[in-house]
């Protein structure tokens, strides 16, 4: 079993900035990617960045150039940037971990959510 616990969301003028972590516990024997998805009422859940274990990234073109993911290997965590955050921003935040918990299982977690509010 991979837990993981995320952190930082709230509510946050347009504008503003905010950042997320995320660490991952548990039977971890690799980690292959981290990543963060958002998810409104009514809508899938979507990807807003990822970052594999070569500290490669992948972002959603709405988020590029004001969102910044990082991960820290040692720690297992994962962190989103948020800045100039806009109010098309709002959802609920999702982290995600993939990897192995042995050398043939697979894991493919997700965290609980943190709710992100941009208003005014």
């Known amino acids: 079993q991979v837990q993981l616990v995320e952190s930082g969301g709230g509510l946050v003028q347009p504008g503003g900035s905010l950042t997320l972590s995320c660490a991952a516990s548990g039977n971890i024997f690799r980690l292959i990617a981290m990543g963060w998805y958002r998810q409104t009422p009514g809508n899938e859940r979507e990807l807003v960045a990822v970052?594999?274990?070569?500290?490669?990234?992948n972002y959603a073109d709405s988020v590029k150039g004001r969102f910044t993911i990082s991960r820290l290997n040692a720690m297992n965590t994962v962190y989103l940037q948020m800045n100039n955050l806009e109010p098309e921003d709002t959802a609920v935040y999702y982290c995600?971990?993939?990897?192995?918990?042995?050398?043939?299982?697979?894991?493919?977690?997700w965290g609980q959510g943190t709710q992100v509010t941009v208003s005014s």
């Open positions: 995600n971990a993939r990897g192995y918990s042995d050398y043939v299982t697979t894991f493919d977690s």
């Open positions: 970052t594999n274990s070569g500290q490669a990234t």
